[in-house]
């Protein structure tokens, strides 16, 4: 346990940014799972509307500091390739 006043303070932020970054995380991690269901249905409209909304997602996750620009970048292609190999 933290004795001094600068390491309670840090404490106290590191469960803040935990819950936030808990969330966030949670949240980008049901849109991809959501882009990916839509993908499995075969629906091209439904898919590209989902990958849309994924890509914002991923996008704000970059800027929350949730998730690497790369990670996310890798994330953006791979799901763009699935999409647009749909018939």
Request: net charge positive; proline share 0%; glycine share 4%.
């Amino acid at each position: 346990m933290a004795n001094h006043l600068s390491a309670l303070k840090r404490a106290r932020q590191t469960e803040r940014r935990t819950v936030r970054n808990r969330a966030n995380t949670s949240t980008l991690r049901t849109q991809l799972r959501a882009l990916r269901e839509t993908i499995e249905k075969g629906d091209k409209a439904a898919a590209e509307q989902a990958y849309r909304q994924t890509v914002s997602a991923l996008d704000k996750a970059i800027q929350k500091g949730t998730l690497h620009e790369n990670t996310a970048s890798r994330y953006k292609s791979r799901l763009g390739v699935r999409v647009n190999a749909m018939k």
